[in-house]
């Protein structure tokens, strides 16, 4: 099993719907979750970072974290074109020595 | 503000060649900083981290090593290259003063093997 695993998509979501983005990850004892988006060709950049179960919204941003089910999502209000990139959870593992990445998912948003 | 520079930006290097990519941080002092790999349409390996001067921490067994011989300063190596070794290369730090697991990334060296 895979430490942080996500669909690789692409996933196509028509220009002003709601874009949703999952996540799953198996260490239990993790504490702190993110999303970053990759343009392609280009570094990472972080949206958001949840760190307690429920919700955290940033402007059409929205995280949602649930530690029993150990499972993260992103949510993204008013899907833009310009969202359209390759969407990476990380997740700090229990012993707080990592930083692990998951394959990405490839949002697509079609006008 | 963090920068972090890293150069060169592209390259391409024969097999067996050796590799050295450079990674230094500008705004901050003391940062625990990583590398990572990521490969064609593939998420990002963690390579190696760092938590100070001459402290490496290695994930992954592979012909690569790291080294950082100043604060704000870290390298990537190879002796000898294998295909396998292409990628993009990101070197990254902490965000910000307080260790909230928040990364920043350099723009990365995208380094092709042939």
């Known amino acids: 099993q895979k430490e942080v695993e996500q669909n690789s998509g692409p996933l196509s979501v028509p220009e002003g719907a709601i874009a949703s983005l999952n996540c799953t990850y198996s260490?239990?004892?993790?504490?702190?979750f993110f999303w970053y988006r990759q343009y392609s060709g280009k570094s990472p950049e972080l949206i958001m970072s949840?760190?307690?179960?429920g919700d955290k919204e940033d402007g059409r941003f929205t995280a949602q974290l649930n530690k029993a089910s150990q499972y993260v999502s992103l949510l993204i209000r008013d899907s833009q074109p310009s969202d359209s990139a390759t969407y990476l959870c990380?997740?700090?593992?229990?012993?707080?020595?990592?930083?692990?990445f998951g394959s990405g998912t490839r949002l697509s948003i079609r006008p | 503000s963090q920068t972090i520079h890293q150069w060169p930006a592209t390259l391409v290097q024969p097999v067996g060649s050796p590799l050295s990519l450079e990674c230094t941080v500008e705004?901050?002092?003391?940062?625990?900083l990583y590398w990572y790999r990521q490969a064609a349409g593939r998420g990002l390996q963690l390579l190696f981290y760092?938590?100070?001067?001459?402290?490496i921490s290695s994930e992954v067994p592979q012909n690569l090593s790291a080294s950082r011989p100043q604060d704000r300063q870290f390298i990537l190596s190879s002796k000898k290259l294998l295909l396998s070794d292409s990628g993009f290369y990101l070197c990254?730090?902490?965000?910000?003063?307080?260790?909230?697991?928040?990364?920043?990334f350099g723009e990365g060296s995208r380094l092709t093997v042939l």
């Open positions: 705004g901050t002092s003391n940062p625990n």
């Open positions: 990380a997740v700090i593992n229990s012993s707080a020595s990592k930083i692990i």
């Open positions: 260490d239990r004892g993790s504490q702190s």
């Open positions: 990254a730090c902490i965000r910000g003063p307080s260790n909230t697991g928040e990364l920043f």
């Open positions: 949840i760190y307690s179960n």
């Open positions: 760092s938590v100070g001067i001459g402290q």
